[in-house]
């Protein structure tokens, strides 16, 4: 025999950005459009302990990525492939590339 009891679970409903405030969940297809900039400072680091968890929707997340290849110029002052910062193919993703 099983017995069954009610119980209250706390589930993830929506994503706002942290910056603009825009949502990032589509209500119709319960989809999760953001993107988390995550930082974990450990052992001597200047920062030690500190966490950041940011989520950001995606015209922020692209203004960010802007930021970063403008100040990536700034220090190096040469072009970069357009591609800078894109993740690899992943091979066990299923998909024959």
Known sequence: MKTFKNKTVKVHDKT????CGKQCTDDYFNEHENATLEAVWGYNSSSDG??????????????????????????????FNEEWGLGENDPFDGIRY
Not at 51 to 60: A, G, Y
């Open 16 to 19: 706002f950005c942290d910056c």
């Open 50 to 79: 500190q966490r950041f968890n940011i989520e950001l929707c995606e015209d922020c997340f692209y203004q960010t990525v802007q930021f970063l290849k403008e100040k990536r110029f700034s220090h190096f002052q040469a072009e």
